[in-house]
């Protein structure tokens, strides 16, 4: 992959990733803090920030890095929360905009580098699309599903399809997710169909899940 995401393909993937890029390894998944195995499909992960590393925790281990205090440590816990803002409309022009050239996408602040990063899902894995900042605040900025975003550990997915785009505010790791099932599946030109029956279902299931932002209480 290019850019300062995660690397998901290659010896040196962190196991957290590895279940996405390839083959179920016969062994179990375990926590990479303490070693006890976890859920090979519902564990949670940790971001380790110098790295730009997903490491897979079980539940205690995250809840360590999910105390108030710890938001700026090396580890992060990935927050397990997903939003929507219906009122958040993004037209054709928008999306010409961010240049992306497929009709997925996923943006999130590295703070390290204190900018954006927008990446999205290629056969050759995640691919970074250079983004200016006044382009990334004209066309999501203002939404409020920006101003709750969490740096390095959750993202705004983005999808456009017949003719409008939804927005969502998601983990980190399930841009991820996406990122590996689009490299394992995708044939020819447009991905073929199996990826696009994968892609509907991911998004289908992120929808069920997401949560009006109305209903969080917050803005």
């Not at 990733?17 to 016969?26: D, I, T, W």
């Not at 499909?41 to 971001?47: C, G, I, K, P, Y």
């Not at 983005?158 to 394992?184: A, H, K, W």
Request: glycine fraction near 10%; include cysteine; aromatic fraction near 6%.
């Amino acid at each position: 992959m290019t850019g300062p995401g995660i690397r998901t393909d290659g010896p040196r993937a962190p196991r957290g990733l590895r279940r996405f890029a390839g083959p179920r390894p016969p062994r179990p998944e375990t926590c990479e803090l303490c070693g006890v195995i976890v859920p090979g499909e519902s564990h949670r992960h940790l971001v380790e920030t110098e790295k730009r590393t997903l490491l897979c925790a079980c539940t205690p281990c995250a809840l360590l890095f999910d105390r108030p205090g710890t938001a700026t440590g090396r580890m992060r816990a990935v927050p397990v929360r997903y939003l929507t803002d219906p009122g958040h409309r993004l037209d054709d022009g928008a999306w010409e905009l961010l240049q992306i050239p497929v009709g997925v996408a996923f943006f999130f602040r590295n703070a390290a580098l204190d900018r954006l990063v927008a990446l999205y899902p290629s056969p050759a894995g995640a691919t970074e699309s250079e983004l200016a900042p006044e382009t990334w605040q004209t066309v999501l900025g203002t939404g409020r599903l920006a101003e709750l975003l969490e740096p390095d550990v959750e993202a705004l997915l983005l999808r456009r399809s017949e003719g409008r785009t939804e927005c969502y505010l998601v983990p980190i790791d399930i841009c991820y997710e996406l990122v590996g099932r689009m490299r394992l599946l995708w044939q020819g030109f447009d991905g073929g169909s199996e990826a696009r029956a994968a892609l509907r279902e991911f998004f289908a299931q992120v929808e069920r899940r997401a949560r009006v932002l109305a209903e969080e209480g917050v803005r």
